[in-house]
């Protein structure tokens, strides 16, 4: 049963194919969460090791924040899929190529 939810997990892992600019930050946002909140676990009675791994939870999730909020702000258009991004210089090429 258990390995069976890991190879779906990994198998759909693979098939979100949507590219912004937080994809990275998301990334290391999914591979800190289980790490560290394991590690709070099995670490809850070492005080510097139970909020070491807090620290390393909150860092990224606190720049994840931030740079939703700073790209919201800044540029919304990086937060569109890569292939939004392409279509629509597309579409604005195409319009001012045609006559006036």
């Known amino acids: 049963m258990n390995d069976k939810l890991i190879e779906t997990v990994i198998s759909r892992a693979g098939v979100v194919r949507v590219r912004n600019a937080l994809n ?3 990334r290391v946002l999914a591979i800190c969460l289980p ?3 394991g590690g709070i676990y099995l670490f809850r009675d070492d005080a510097i090791l ?3 791994f ?3 939870l909150i860092f990224p999730l606190i720049a994840t924040i931030i740079a ?3 790209l919201l702000i ?3 258009n990086r937060l569109q899929s890569e292939e939004f991004i392409l279509r629509q210089q597309e579409l604005s090429i195409e319009r001012k190529e045609e006559p006036a």
């Open 24 to 26: 990275a930050l998301l």
């Open 35 to 37: 790490l560290c909140l």
């Open 50 to 52: 139970k909020y070491g």
């Open 54 to 56: 807090l620290a390393g």
């Open 68 to 70: 939703v909020f700073w």
């Open 74 to 76: 800044k540029d919304p």
